[in-house]
């Protein structure tokens, strides 16, 4: 526990005291009423009320679309399913920005659905929940499906028996075992909704700003450090009575769960119901996930003078512009590296952060589990701009250092670390521990022998969630990552952020490629996943 | 009460279940009895509507159950590793299927206290499932079953993970209580002392098919065919060829029960039908090769000069010391000649 704790006051609790110091106690005085000042200003509360609100609906949306999704990946065997569990992972590594994009391509102006039907959603709000569907849409599947995947179905079975309906056996057997990650998923959502950034800015115009929106705003934009800090300290308010209340229901609910292989559990479906439910979530992904990423792709390739290569040749030199340093394709190179060294930051840091938290308890060990949730609320924007202000200097000089960048990403990734691991390493049962301590084994040793082999699947998710969001980060990574050596993200949006169609075809066709990356990741973990798996049984 | 008519299970080309007839009578405990893989299980399942037959049917009280689902067949369902809802308590699980039945909470409650009582656990009902021990968590599985007053009661390995004196004693508890309540009980186990003890009637089961029905005693007395002897442990078999009320084995000649079958057969010498004889004249020599002490009698292991050995059971004062040659006789009524073995 000591290494996570060191991790996360070093990299994380300084670099946030140090903003709200310089914003709240300039020249070394306190200044509280900043907070109340800034507060009772009504554009500032019309920023909160729509921020609280646009995270509750687009959960709430997302569960309604994703929940049976996650269903089908984990209880139904179909052709190409490992295919298409890592294309709906594809929308939650791209950058927020890019998602923005890809739904204006597809509902905004000159946009697909304009083009068409004349159809345009950008005006409104529904294209933002749209969106944060499409990005937090693996969030369920993963979480939820990869628990989903592990229960018992002769509990059902066992509750039918009695007398049951399939539905009531759903609802009063696997609903409750499933509700500590439907909750850990809720919640992974809401945080992200809550601190939106890219998508915001992008489909919200000038009409809707969420907190994160506007603490870059006055951060970037207007210069104005002391309202950010009091919007930070307010999001860092919202974001920990959210945990607290999580941790608190959670710690209600959780039980020792009956777990077994994955593959024991799926079969093909059977029956029109269950063939109409695989259409139904077959459908929807095609329609809320493939088809944005489809208009994204064919916009890489249509040149002014018809479809082409182009976008993706010029990515390949400087352009005159001076927009790079490094021609824009290195910037894969980049990524992967960056994205390699913040997953095993993460899996290290966030496993053993887990581990401890299945090991102990108590009222310290819970603060800590809310604590590691932290960064995903606070903004990320914030955790770059404290980078660059406290790693700078002596004792801690990293600003010249390559790692800084996978540090902030790791961060990030930490969380998703825990929250994927936790259920399932509480889950395990004690016995087992025991039964292994028993036989002389110590309790690295038992976690090795006992824990790791069950929840090696779980491991592997989290180790890909991790590098999925280093590849994807961008609030962080646009603060501190050099000129020379730019991510894919940032590459992008650097692109996006220039006029000129050749930018905007640019910034498509690096998007496609960043796209293609992960997608091809994904797939060598899911390969990885079965290989072993398959070699148990 | 339950008709099985060419009931057929599949998984691929495999037939799991292979046209299987078998009824159960009200209030009667049958037991199916077989090695793993044999189909047992799926038997169950295919009763309760887990499983979907590929060709048969299934009768509850004479009528069809095809496209009845699981929860309106009214059979009760023991797993064979309880699958007690770790998230309920004692009385939560118990309760369960009063409350899809939609019984008032009044009524659940006191049920659930008559079922606890039932099985031995008062009081038990605010216990988490996970803190019981194996014989209590089998307690708790089958007052769960027992609850709704199902119309056949389907105990899949009832005592498989239980310990041995454990076992016995509830056997005996839950063929008293299975009678006080007229309860109508299709089991399945591996264990033939369990079927034995519990059923009122015993079904051998191999690759999907039945090889014997009848009552414990008759299925013990008299094995249907080779399989079914070894299966019931009995090892004492050898290629004989009958005539009349003579066997001509291996062992020597064998005297066999009058209406035998007659010709080429396999035969079963019960190891309680075999007793010691002083050696004389030009009958066969036998070598005593080991002797198993086993309480209440012997086990020797008998070899003769040429042939496969025997296994007989005898009293301490009868049996021959190690070493020793001896000659034999066999009971006629203990010599079973066994039918045909193709599955």
Redesign the interface.
């Known amino acids: 526990m000591a290494l996570p704790v060191a991790f996360f006051a070093v990299f994380f609790a300084w670099p946030v005291v140090s903003i709200v110091d310089r914003g709240l106690r300039p020249g070394g005085d306190w200044r509280f009423g900043r907070i109340g000042e800034t507060l009772s200003r009504p554009d500032i509360l019309d920023v909160l009320g729509f921020t609280a609100w646009q995270a509750l609906a687009s959960t709430g949306l997302t569960l309604l679309v994703a929940l049976p999704g996650a269903y089908v990946f984990a209880r139904f065997d179909f052709p190409g399913k490992s295919v298409l569990r890592a294309v709906v992972t594809v929308p939650f590594v791209l950058p927020t920005v890019l998602v923005g994009t890809a739904f204006l391509a597809l509902v905004g102006r000159n946009g697909l659905t304009d083009e068409l039907w004349g159809l345009r959603l950008d005006t409104g709000v529904w294209a933002i929940l749209l969106a944060h569907v499409f990005f937090n849409y693996a969030v369920v599947v993963r979480t939820v499906g990869g628990l989903w995947a592990q229960l018992d179905p002769r509990q059902e079975e066992a509750a039918r028996v009695l007398g049951a309906s399939r539905l009531t056996a759903w609802r009063t057997v696997t609903l409750p075992a499933l509700v500590p990650a439907v909750s850990a998923a809720a919640l992974m959502v809401f945080l992200f909704t809550f601190t939106s950034f890219g998508v915001v800015q992008i489909l919200g115009g000038d009409a809707y700003t969420t907190l994160e929106a506007e603490i870059y705003r006055q951060t970037a934009r207007l210069l104005d450090l002391p309202t950010a800090a009091v919007l930070t300290l307010v999001q860092f308010a919202a974001v920990g009575a959210i945990l607290g209340l999580h941790a608190w229901t959670v710690r209600r609910r959780e039980t020792a769960l009956r777990l077994v292989p994955p593959e024991r559990t799926a079969r093909r479906p059977r029956g029109a119901g269950q063939w109409a439910l695989l259409g139904g979530v077959l459908l929807s992904v095609a329609l809320l996930i493939l088809l944005p990423l489809g208009v994204l792709v064919e916009r890489s390739f249509a040149g002014p003078g018809g479809y082409g290569l182009g976008y993706y040749r010029a990515l390949g030199s400087l352009d005159e512009s001076g927009t790079f340093l490094v021609p824009p394709l290195e910037a894969i190179g980049n990524s992967l590296r960056y994205a390699l060294a913040a997953t095993a930051i993460a899996v290290v840091i966030g496993g053993l952060a887990a581990a401890a938290l299945t090991r102990r308890a108590g009222r310290l060990v819970r603060g800590f589990d809310a604590l590691l949730m932290l960064p995903l609320g606070v903004s990320a924007v914030t955790v770059g701009f404290g980078f660059l202000i406290t790693l700078d200097e002596p004792p801690l000089d990293l600003r010249a250092s390559w790692i800084l960048v996978p540090l902030a990403q790791a961060l990030v990734g930490v969380p998703f670390v825990v929250r994927t691991m936790l259920p399932v390493l509480r889950a395990v049962d004690e016995r087992l521990r025991e039964a292994a301590a028993v036989l002389g084994a110590s309790p690295w040793r038992a976690w090795r022998e006992v824990d790791l082999p069950l929840v090696r699947r779980a491991l592997l998710i989290a180790a890909g969630f991790a590098f999925a969001v280093s590849l994807g980060e961008f609030g962080a990574t646009v603060f501190i990552a050099r000129p020379d050596s730019p991510t894919l993200p940032v590459a992008v949006a650097r692109l996006l952020g220039r006029p000129g169609e050749l930018n905007y075809g640019q910034a498509m066709a690096l998007s496609t490629i960043l796209m293609v990356v992960c997608a091809v990741s994904l797939l060598l973990l899911e390969r990885l996943r079965t290989d072993r798996t398959s070699g148990e049984f | 009460m339950l008709r099985l008519d060419g009931a057929t299970v599949r998984f691929g080309a495999r037939a799991v279940l292979d046209a299987v007839d078998l009824e159960v009578a009200d209030q009667e405990t049958v037991c199916v009895l077989g090695p793993s893989g044999s189909g047992k299980s799926t038997l169950l399942r295919a009763v309760?509507?887990?499983q979907?037959l590929d060709a048969g049917r299934v009768l509850l009280d004479g009528a069809d159950q095809a496209g009845v689902?699981?929860?309106?067949r009214?059979?009760?369902?023991m797993?064979q590793?309880h699958?007690l809802?770790?998230?309920r308590d004692v009385g939560g699980n118990v309760a369960?299927?009063l409350r899809?039945?939609g019984d008032g909470k009044s009524e659940r409650a006191e049920r659930v206290r008559e079922l606890l009582d039932l099985v031995g656990l008062p009081g038990a009902g605010r216990r988490s499932v996970?803190a019981l021990s194996g014989g209590e968590q089998q307690r708790v599985a089958l007052a769960?079953?027992l609850a709704?007053r199902p119309r056949l009661l389907m105990l899949d390995e009832p005592l498989g993970q239980l310990d041995r004196g454990l076992r016995e004693r509830l056997v005996v508890e839950l063929r008293q209580l299975f009678g006080r309540l007229g309860t109508t009980v299709l089991a399945v186990t591996h264990d033939q002392g369990e079927a034995f003890a519990l059923a009122d009637r015993v079904v051998v089961m191999r690759d999907g098919r039945i090889a014997q029905s009848g009552t414990p005693v008759e299925v013990w007395r008299r094995p249907a065919s080779e399989f079914v002897a070894r299966f019931l442990g009995f090892d004492n078999v050898v290629p004989a060829r009958v005539t009349g009320t003579v066997a001509e084995t291996a062992w020597g000649e064998v005297p066999v029960p009058d209406g035998s079958p007659q010709g080429d057969r396999r035969l079963l010498v019960r190891p309680g039908g075999v007793r010691p004889v002083p050696a004389a004249g030009d009958a066969p020599a036998w070598t005593v090769e080991s002797w198993t002490f086993r309480g209440s009698h012997v086990v020797v292991r008998l070899r003769p000069a040429g042939g496969p050995p025997l296994e007989a059971e005898l009293p301490l004062r009868d049996a021959p010391e190690e070493g020793t040659e001896t000659g034999l006789a066999f009971r006629p009524e203990d010599v079973v000649v066994l039918g045909d073995d193709t599955p």
């Open positions: 309760a509507g887990l979907a689902p699981t929860h309106r009214g059979v009760g369902l797993f590793d699958q809802f770790p998230q369960f299927g899809m039945r996970a769960r079953a709704p």
